[in-house]
């Protein structure tokens, strides 16, 4: 089991930026894969983002059509920590975040961004 928690989220305007942290803990991670979903009210949870490491080696990040080129996601291997940094934030990014990683969930962080 992997013990995941989210940081970093908050209110900001719409253009402003936010970078959101989930540290992992629970086992020796040398290879997995850790995604951010986010559910805004009202609707079903979706994926934005994930990146995958293999013997402590990026080999994979995948973004949701909707947050490329504004979203990145990253990894400090020395932490267990994945970043997701988000620029040009628009108010449909308005969801609480979740950090996940095999079938364990973090808490969630919540991000607003106003109009």
């Known amino acids: 089991q992997v013990q995941l928690v989210e940081s970093g989220g908050g209110l900001v305007q719409a253009g402003g930026s936010l970078r959101l942290s989930c540290v992992a803990s629970g086992r020796t991670f040398g290879s997995l894969t850790i995604g951010w979903f986010r559910q805004a009210p009202g609707k079903e949870r979706e994926f934005v983002a994930r990146?995958?490491?293999?013997?402590?080696?990026?080999?994979?990040?995948d973004y949701a059509d909707s947050v490329k080129g504004r979203f990145t996601i990253s990894r400090d291997n020395r932490k267990t920590t994945v970043y997701l940094q988000m620029n040009s934030l628009k108010p449909e990014d308005t969801a609480v975040y979740y950090c996940n990683a095999d079938r364990d969930w973090g808490q969630g962080t919540q991000v607003t961004v106003s109009s």
């Open positions: 990146i995958s490491w293999r013997s402590g080696i990026t080999v994979r990040a």
